[in-house]
């Protein structure tokens, strides 16, 4: 199964959910974007190709695949008490907790500080917009330009 048809394909179609940032000039050579957004700096796997992002305001689809077993779904008790929140795990992971704002068959766009379209290969548990989760992303980030 694949989670996208394109890069261009995938971008449009989330382009809505896109993370505002600012955009990092690019180390010559390198494959990753920095991108800092949500009071987080991001280090994304430019699928846009090289040389298509400028350094300065941009708008990124950020695209994480999930790593089930640190995914959940949260309670009303949980979410209650939980606030959105994410954190970096190593140079381009993140893990946090937030709202899901959209849900197609493996993939949730959810809001965790930033818009995050989070996928999986395997079933994800079932969830509607307006639930909180938590989650686990596996390296790398990808990013989309928009």
């Known amino acids: 199964m694949t989670l996208e048809s394109s890069e261009t394909e995938f971008a449009s179609r989330?382009?809505?959910?896109?993370?505002?940032?600012l955009l990092y000039p690019q180390r010559e050579g390198?494959?990753?974007l920095e991108f800092s957004t949500g009071?987080?700096?991001l280090y994304l796997f430019d699928r846009s190709g090289p040389y298509a992002g400028r350094p300065g305001p941009a708008r990124v689809v950020v695209h994480g695949l999930l790593d089930l077993p640190g995914t959940r779904v949260l309670s009303p008790e949980e979410t209650a008490t939980t606030r959105e929140n994410l954190t970096v795990v190593?140079?381009?992971g993140v893990e946090g907790a937030g709202e899901v704002l959209d849900v197609t068959r493996r993939v949730w766009v959810v809001r965790a500080r930033v818009p995050l379209v989070l996928a999986a290969f395997e079933p994800l548990p079932p969830v509607r917009p307006g639930d909180w989760v938590?989650?686990?992303t596996l390296p790398p980030l990808h990013g989309f330009l928009v």
């Open 14 to 21: 989330y382009e809505a959910f896109a993370a505002q940032g």
């Open 30 to 32: 390198s494959p990753l």
């Open 39 to 41: 009071g987080r700096v």
């Open 90 to 92: 190593g140079v381009s």
């Open 134 to 136: 938590a989650f686990r």
